[in-house]
Nanobody
Framework: VQLQASGGGLVQAGGSLRLSCVAS????????MAWFRQDPGKERDFVAG????????NYADSVKGRFTISRDNARKAVYLQMNSLQREDTAVYYC?????????????????WGQGTLVTVSS
């Protein structure tokens, strides 16, 4: 699986961005998909995940109510709608893919990763 993330950029606090991640190379609909983020010098943390069908989602506490993950299996794409962005959301965002049967939070459960897209939130 190859993953291509896009949609990052510079936004003011309180604004919105939508990240996209498109997969290629094999089937997509049998993979759990997730977004992680990483600040320089820090761990790569789970942000949101979505099940094969899209019916089950999971979010980090810090983004609940502000971010929404979704997927389009026909387009082999996963999205992260980010609203009410805060300075603390500034990071490189990575999409990731897993063959686990449900959404998990651990980085080691994900075996394919996109290249990352930078989100910068200014005050």
């Amino acid at each position: 699986v190859q993953l291509q993330a896009s949609g990052g950029g510079l936004v003011q606090a309180g604004g919105s961005l939508r990240l996209s991640c498109v997969a290629s190379g094999r089937t997509f609909s049998d993979r759990v998909m997730a977004w992680f983020r990483q600040d320089p010098g820090k761990e790569r943390d789970f942000v949101a995940g979505i099940s094969y069908s899209g019916r089950a989602t999971n979010y980090a506490d810090s983004v609940k109510g502000r971010f929404t993950i979704s997927r389009d299996n026909a387009r082999k794409a996963v999205y992260l709608q980010m609203n009410s962005l805060q300075r603390e959301d500034t990071a490189v965002y990575y999409c990731a893919s897993s063959d686990r049967p449900w959404v998990t939070l651990g980085r080691s459960d994900y075996d394919f990763w996109g290249q990352g897209t930078l989100v910068t939130v200014s005050s």
